[in-house]
C-alpha cells in the first residue's frame, strides 16, 4: 500500500506558481485556437469585383 492509500484522503492537485487566472486564460486560448471557423451562412456572399489586369 503506498502512502497516499493510507491516509484516505487523496492529495489536493496544484500547479506550483501558476495562477488560476493564467490557468484560466490558457484555457480560453486553447478552446479559441482548437475551434474550427464557422462555415459561411448560405445565401450571403460579399459582392465579387471585377479585377482588372495589370497594365
Not at 502512502?3 to 492537485?13: I, M, V, Y
Request: charge should be negative.
Amino acid at each position: 500500500m503506498s502512502a497516499t492509500e493510507s491516509k484516505g484522503q487523496p492529495l489536493p492537485f496544484a500547479v506550483a506558481g501558476v495562477s488560476m487566472r493564467d490557468l484560466l486564460a490558457a484555457g480560453e486560448a486553447a478552446a479559441l485556437i482548437s475551434t474550427p471557423p464557422r462555415a459561411p451562412e448560405p445565401g450571403v456572399s460579399e459582392p465579387v469585383e471585377d479585377h482588372r489586369e495589370a497594365a
